[in-house]
C-alpha cells in the first residue's frame, strides 16, 4: 500500500525534529489506519480525484501530528487539556488528552473522507399482538 503522504509533506506543515525514518514509520502507520475505514465503504481515492488524494494527505499529516504531539516542548505541550501553575515554589500540572499517541480521525476529518455515516432505520410501527391496556 502507498502511503498517503511524505515526510516532506509532513514538514512543510509541521514543524518537528522527528527523523524522516520515525515520520515515514507514522506516515505509513496512519496510511493503513484511514485505509482500513475507507476500504468497508467502498472509497477508492484514486477514483475520487486529485482533491481527495490532496485530503488524504492532509488528513494524514493532522492524524500524524496529533500522534506526535510536541515532543520536548519547553512550554504548554501540544495537546495539554488543561493546565495548572503555581509561582511560588514552581508547580506546574498538565492533564493530556492523547497521552499514549494514539492516532484516530476526528468526526470533522470522517465526514470530509465520506466515512463514518450511518443510514437512518425505522422499525414500522404496527400491532405487536393484542396487548390490552398498551
Given amino acids: 500500500m502507498t502511503a498517503f503522504t511524505t515526510p516532506a ?7 518537528t525534529d522527528a527523523s524522516d525514518e520515525r515520520l515515514t514509520a507514522l506516515i505509513a502507520k496512519a496510511s ?8 468497508p465503504c467502498g472509497i477508492v ?3 475520487r480525484g486529485i482533491d481527495y ?6 488528513i494524514t499529516c493532522d492524524v500524524v501530528h496529533r500522534s506526535l ?3 520536548g516542548a519547553e512550554s504548554i505541550p501540544y495537546g495539554a487539556s488543561q ?3 503555581t509561582t511560588g515554589s514552581v508547580s506546574w500540572n498538565f492533564s493530556m488528552s492523547n497521552p499514549y499517541g494514539d492516532m484516530f480521525l476526528t468526526a470533522n476529518e470522517k465526514k470530509m473522507l465520506g466515512i463514518g455515516r450511518s443510514a437512518a432505520r425505522g422499525i414500522p410501527a ?3 399482538g393484542n396487548r390490552s391496556g398498551l
Avoid: H, K, P, V
Avoid at 493503513?32 to 476500504?39: D, K, S, T
Avoid at 488524494?53 to 492532509?58: M, P, R, V
Fill in 9 to 15: 509533506d509532513y514538514r512543510a506543515m509541521y514543524d
Fill in 69 to 71: 504531539g510536541d515532543e
Fill in 83 to 85: 493546565f495548572g501553575e
Fill in 53 to 58: 488524494i490532496g485530503l488524504l494527505s492532509d
Fill in 32 to 39: 493503513r489506519m484511514i485505509a482500513a475505514q475507507l476500504r
Fill in 126 to 128: 404496527g400491532n405487536r
Fill in 45 to 47: 481515492a484514486e477514483e
